[in-house]
């Protein structure tokens, strides 16, 4: 897996001169178990794990253990972590997570396989097959919890977590008592209109909160129209209350069967950056993009657009496997300074081109995004409204 490979001998220490003086994830073979890990600096690290002992010393050192020695070196933090990753996976597959400490990003999760459906908030993806559907990633459980909740205030699909069985004489809960609930736990609506509602908070969630704002806004020029003007007053009320949630929804929180992103990196190759793609809640990649053209003439664009052909087509991935690439995404992606710009597909999955060549500019020069990641992956921290 990793690209380069070199015998160690405890008589030949000018060899450290030989490795690169830069981040890298590395892997140690030898007596015993494998030693992996990332550095900021392979040569300084390496001398301190392979160097001659100091006398008295507690620092490990491993010279007597090490035969040999892999390494990939790296452009970028995001690319050692998604190299280290996939290492560890095929070197300790049994306690590669534990050694990771990664945290399952926070997601929304649409039960439509329930008789009568419900969200809630969850770290676990269930199976792509059982129909439930799942938006995220979110900064952290709080976030999603807290939008969930507000989201949820602008339609009347139940809260409860019970399997409901339906009985006339069901005394209800608050949401019911204060019209915020349909109420079909005793059969306060026919079933056809909690599905109704039901698709409401779907498309809500699908389009990012445009469906409602754009319903809103439609009853709203009726009600003017037809002069009433309170009713107008309120929904105008009600979108407006409506904006500060939507401006707390962070770009990346998507329907994870449909969020695809091209992430760019920079890279340790010269006059290149790295590209890695998401699709199926799969990281893929890097792929290297020459930013210097070479050859017959020929548009960013067009070279952009054939690099990311040459990505595979994006496998169906296992739920551990999918929700382990999305924590490494989010960890990423919520820094309050990060390295590297993401993009995302539109609606009709094409790509942004014209805006991807312009950040690949950026990150190669190694100028800041100029939309700054505004979100914060601390416990319990939302957006500014």
């Known amino acids: 897996m990793l690209e380069s490979v070199i015998n160690f001998s405890q008589q030949n220490d000018s060899f450290f001169q030989e490795l690169p003086a ?9 007596v015993g178990e494998p030693y992996v890990s990332k550095t900021a600096n392979l040569r300084r690290r390496l001398q301190r794990l392979l160097g001659p002992p100091a006398e008295h010393s507690k620092r490990l050192n491993l010279r007597d253990r090490v035969r040999e020695i892999e390494f990939t ?10 190299l280290l990753y996939k290492l560890l996976r095929e070197i300790f597959p049994k306690t590669y997570a534990a050694r990771l400490r990664l945290r399952p990003a926070p997601l929304v999760k649409l039960h439509l396989e329930n008789e009568y459906p419900r969200a809630s908030v969850t770290t ?12 995220g990633p979110f900064p952290s459980r709080v976030a999603a919890e807290k939008f969930c909740s507000d989201a949820l205030d602008f339609f009347k699909m139940r809260r409860c977590v019970d399997d409901l069985h339906p009985d006339p004489s069901f005394p209800g809960c608050v949401y ?6 349909l ?9 056809d209109e909690y599905r109704a509602e039901v698709g409401r908070v779907q498309s809500f969630f699908d389009s990012a909160g445009d469906s409602l704002a754009r319903e809103l806004a439609e009853q709203r020029e009726k009600a003017s129209a037809e002069l009433a003007f309170e009713d107008a007053a309120a929904l105008h009320a009600k979108l407006e209350k409506l904006k500060p949630l939507l401006s707390q929804l962070p770009e990346i929180v998507q329907r994870l069967d449909r969020l695809r992103a091209i992430v760019v990196q920079p890279s340790a190759e010269a006059n290149t950056v790295k590209l890695f793609r998401l699709a199926n809640s799969m990281l893929q990649g890097p792929l290297s993009f020459s930013v210097e053209q070479s050859g017959e003439p020929q548009s ?3 070279r952009l657009e054939s690099v990311i052909a040459a990505f595979p087509a994006a496998a169906s991935a296992s739920t551990l496997e999918g929700t382990e690439h999305l924590a490494i995404l989010k960890r990423w992606y919520y820094r309050s300074q990060r390295a590297g710009e993401i993009f995302f597909a539109d609606d009709k999955r094409g790509w942004p081109l014209r805006r991807i060549v312009r950040g ?7 100028e800041k995004d100029p939309e700054p990641n505004a979100f914060s992956a601390t416990p319990g921290s939302m957006p500014p409204s």
């Open 300 to 302: 960013m664009e067009s």
């Open 360 to 366: 690949i500019g950026r990150v190669y020069r190694g």
């Open 124 to 135: 676990r993806m269930g199976s792509t097959k059982s129909g439930n559907l799942y938006y």
């Open 176 to 181: 019911s008592e204060m019209k915020m609930c």
């Open 22 to 30: 830069a981040a890298a994830v590395f892997l140690l073979r030898g």
């Open 73 to 82: 070196v790296a452009g970028s933090d995001f690319e050692l972590q998604f």
């Open 183 to 191: 109420a079909p736990c005793f059969k306060g609506c026919s079933d």
